[in-house]
Structures are given as structure tokens and as C-alpha cells.
């Protein structure tokens, strides 16, 4: 393997070195880390379901400043600024933009108009199917590992990866439980074209997250990862002292209403943003427990493809 | 890569020529299935979770009249013939006792002095750990998307086998969401030393699971498998009739008590044995989406080294 760059499908269509896209996550992947993320050879990409439509202009801009690499922009469907964030991006002629959280269909044909490339995150074959027909460039197949928003289906990453491969002709990008060249492996092996990888990048010197987040998330052990909030989007966070109320109402019975009472408002930006570890949700995926250190996203990058290519290497010698 | 026979610590400990252990399924995994799988060159494991002592006796002896390879035998530590069944295995020198459900401390010398190799299943790294202090020969690490009785910890095989892989130095058996080459490829590149495979064989002709179970396995879609009895133990079945009562329970928050009325006695036998499909329980992985058809154990067996060759291969070329 040539550890300088590596060509898949996706590297292709996004023009990057390695098929690593780091997860556009809320309050938490800012132009930094996009930055440092795109500068190592993968894709960095904006979250801006946390962003105010100036302040993702300003984010592009500042990506722009730190990096002359192709990066993407992460837009869910459903979120209040989607309409101000989709001509955001069309006018910057984003190459990538990752849509999420809502139809396919709704925006591909704008974003591809202007130049986008769109990749769709999917939790299941099904949606993937629908993803390809309304004309999608790629898919992320996210696994029930995954941090934050999640499929009802609560399908994992082993199962979900060579369903969707078999489900579709365009890349497969495979997301959740992936932080290493093993992870990224095993996702090739199951016929991934890339992986995303979040959490890890979340802890990484240059993300936005609060450092009390970030210590959260090197602190975490086995278990300590909860998938919660089943009746209104099933959503995995870390075992906080509020996931712990959520989980007992939800354990009670709770209904939905009840658990929409219990959450208030803001409870991720209090959590990722301002670092209330007690009160706050902080999102995360299964992983934390693997994770031990914080690194630099470049650090992050160069030690997952050395890893790789050994296991790869291995892998030809059983 | 020799596709006649591979060499890692597990087929050494075994005496086998591939790194496949099927599943010793209740109900499921009689004589036949075990030697099937056995004479196809892996490791054919009787269930004896649902035999009486008489039944297991019988069970192996009519194992060995069909095969002369070895097989194994799993023994539920809790079960209220596991006494007898310790005694039975160690008698009859079976080659491997995989043990599960139970400290691994328990059983572990008594076997070890009959000449058994004793194997455990763990759905944590922790509980890896330990069975490495208490002298296991080997650990099957199970993710949550394995059927059957799951751990607490809910950890995907993605995110399981990497760290049970760091936490011991004894050999790593992979088993939750594994039922092809592809899978099984992405199992050694997550670390595992072999396999353990148990919905597929289900529905393999050797199964002594209810031709309707079989059908239910191959039916089954996307979302079909649910994670349910959380409070008494968790437990991965198919979306019966029966198991949606158990949801609808669980989603109103009963606690154990009511849960263990709902449930009386004999559902696994109900559904697996008898064919309830719809008062019964039919315990089975995720990949029961993935099943699509049923076959001899021992074409399962070759179709899935083959496709495991082919994806070593490719790693190689990437």
C-alpha cells in the first residue's frame, strides 16, 4: 500500500489523499478542526446544525483561510436554517455537502445545480436505496454505535456495511465505531469506500468541543455509552449524570411529551459547547471507551493510515 | 491464501482446519448440525442449554458416530442441569467446553484436569479479563448484534473485539454479526484469531431449529431484530407477535415481575422447537436481514472461506 495516498471511489469524488471524512458535528467541528482535518489529507467537514447562517459563512471563510484542501459541510434537513445554510453553500460552491436527518430528494438536485457533490447519511439499506434513486452522490451507512442522532433500527456498523453494499451501486462511506486502522479495515472488509470517523476527532486538540467535553470523552469506559431517547430520535451520548435522568424516566415508561419536558432547550450546546458534564448532553459514540488521548487531527490521521496498511498488509498473509 | 486449511491459535487449540465455531444454539444445534459443521472443517458446537442429561449423552454419541472430527459443547453456567452436563463433558473428554452465562472461575480447573479446552463468552473486555486470570483458553467476545442472550453493556462487535483484543493476550474468538466472508475478513482485520457463527447455521438444513423458525430467519427484513428483556436480561429475537407484547410491556416501563409473568415458561422452546412463530420466541442475530436462503452446513462453510479468501485478497491490493 502506498501510505502517501491511497484511491477509492470516494477519494475520487472528493479530491482528498485518504478516504477518512471526520463528522460534521455539532458544536464541535468549527474551521479548525475541518481545517486541520482537510490539511492531513482527509475530508473535514463543517457542522452547521449548530450554526446561525452568518456564522457558517464565517466558518467557510475561515476554513478557506487555514486550508487551500477540498472540505465539506454537514446540513440537517430538518434544522431551523436549512433553506439559509443549502444557498450558503451553493454560492461557496462547497465540493462536498453531507445532508442528514431528513428525504433525500429535497435538496440534491439544488446542491448538484450548484456544483455539490451530496453525500446522504443513511441508518439502513432501505433509505440508502432511496438515497441512490433521488440521485445522491454517496452514502455514509451509520451504525447504531455511532454518537449522536441514530436510526430507530438500531442497526450496527457489521450488519448495516455489507447490507448497504449490496443495496447500492455509489460509495459506501461507513460510520460508527470507526477510530483506527483496524476499525477502518474491518469497514473495507464489509466493503466500505471510506470511513467517517467522529468521536475521536471530537477529542482531537483542534475541535470546538469544551475541554471538559473532551475529558469526558478520554474518561469514558466500557459502558458508559448510552443510546436514549428511543420515543423521539434515538440519540447516544455519554452516561452524564442527565442521561442517567433521562434513562430513568425512559426505564419508567416515559412518553414522549414527558421526556420533551424533561430535555428543555440547548441541552447539546450546554453540554459540548459550555462543558456542564452534570446537566448537559454530551453526544458520543461507542468508542469513547477506546479513546485515551488527545491528539492533534493531523496525528490523528497519519497514526489511522499507518495502522491500516499494516493490518491490510496482514490481513494478505492468513 | 491456503483455502484448504488456515492456521491461527484457535484452529491450533482446536484441532480444526478453519477458524469457524458454530454456535451452540438451544434447540438448534442437535447432533447433526454439529457434525455437519464439524466434517466441513470447523468446529460443530453441541447446545446443551436445552438438553437433559440423558439427551446431551445421547447427543454426543451420536455426534461422534457421524463425525470423527472435533466438536465442542456450550454449557450455560447457570442452567439447572450444569452440574451433570460438567461431568458429561469431562467424562467423555470433549475437546472443547465453551462456557457461558456465569463466572468463568466456576468450572474452569475441573475441566481443564479432564483434558477439555475451555472457551467463554464475554460481552465486555472486563469480564475478558478476568476470564484470562481464571485460566480460560480462550475468550468468544460477542457484540449486542448477536441472537440470544446479549450483554448489559449493549457493545457492538465493531467496537467489542478491538478492545477485548487489547485487554488479553489469550486468543479472541469474534461473534455478533458474522456470517460471510466479508464479515468474518472484517473480524481478523478488528483482531480475532476465528469466528463464531450462529444465526446462518440456524438456518442451515442440519439445524434441529422448527422448519417455521427457519422460514422466519430467511424472511425476516431489515428492522426485524430486536433487542428486548433488558431488565431481566437481554435478549435478541425476531419481531414475533410475542416479542411485540414483550416491547409494549417495556415500553410502558414494566418492571420484572411483570415481565416474568408475561414470559411463563418454555418460549424459546415454543417458537425454536415447536414453531410458535407467533406466542414463542425465535432467538436470532441482525443478520437475519442478510439470510436469504437455507443450505447444507457444510456449503455455508466452504461458500463463506472462499469469499473470506477473496476479501483477504483485495485488502492487499487496496
Redesign the interface.
Known amino acids: ?1 502506498n501510505t502517501k495516498s ?1 484511491t ?1 471511489p470516494i477519494t475520487k469524488l472528493c479530491g482528498i489523499r485518504y478516504p477518512i471524512l471526520q463528522g460534521g458535528m455539532i458544536w464541535v467541528s468549527g474551521s479548525r478542526l475541518t481545517a486541520a482535518v482537510s490539511n492531513a489529507g482527509g475530508l473535514g467537514v463543517l457542522g452547521s446544525g449548530s450554526m446561525r447562517p452568518d456564522a457558517l459563512r464565517e466558518e467557510i471563510q475561515k476554513t478557506r483561510s487555514l486550508t487551500s484542501n477540498p472540505f465539506g459541510v454537514n446540513i440537517p434537513i430538518s434544522f431551523k436554517y436549512t433553506e439559509e445554510h443549502i444557498k450558503t453553500v451553493c454560492e461557496q460552491r462547497i465540493p462536498v455537502v453531507i445532508t442528514s436527518a431528513g428525504s433525500p430528494k429535497k435538496y440534491t438536485e439544488t446542491l448538484h445545480n450548484a456544483g455539490c457533490k451530496v453525500f446522504h447519511v443513511v441508518p ?3 433509505l440508502a436505496r432511496k438515497c441512490e434513486d433521488a440521485g445522491v452522490n454517496a452514502v455514509i451507512a451509520e ?3 455511532a454518537g449522536g442522532h441514530n436510526g ?8 448495516l456495511i ?2 448497504v453494499r449490496d443495496a447500492v451501486k455509489i460509495p459506501v462511506i461507513a460510520a ?3 477510530m ?1 486502522g ?2 477502518m ?7 466500505a469506500d471510506a470511513v467517517q470517523i467522529g468521536t475521536r476527532f471530537a477529542a482531537s486538540e483542534e475541535s470546538d468541543a469544551h475541554p471538559s467535553y473532551k475529558q469526558a470523552i478520554i474518561d469514558a469506559k ?2 458508559d455509552s448510552l ?1 436514549l431517547l428511543k ?1 423521539l430520535g434515538p440519540t447516544r451520548m455519554i452516561r452524564t449524570p442527565f442521561a442517567l435522568k433521562i434513562k430513568d424516566k425512559e ?4 412518553g414522549k411529551e414527558e421526556l420533551v419536558a424533561l430535555l428543555g432547550e440547548h441541552k447539546a450546546r450546554e453540554g459540548a459547547s459550555l462543558g456542564n458534564i452534570q446537566e448537559g448532553i454530551l453526544e458520543a459514540g ?2 469513547i ?2 479513546i485515551n488521548k488527545i491528539q492533534s487531527a493531523g496525528d490523528i490521521v497519519a497514526e489511522i493510515m499507518n495502522e491500516f496498511a499494516i ?3 496482514k ?2 498473509n ?1
Chains 1, 2 share one sequence.
Not at 479495515?185 to 466493503?191: K, R, S, T, V
Not at 426505564?251 to 416515559?254: E, F, M, N, R, V
Open positions: 500500500m491511497i477509492t439502513t439499506a432501505m451504525g447504531t454505535e430507530y433500527e438500531e442497526i450496527t456498523t457489521m450488519v455489507p447490507s460508527g465505531g470507526i483506527d483496524r476499525t479495515a474491518a469497514a473495507f472488509a464489509l466493503g466500557e459502558g443510546l420515543k426505564d419508567a415508561g416515559a461507542q468508542v471507551s477506546r493490518v491490510c498488509g490481513m494478505h492468513i
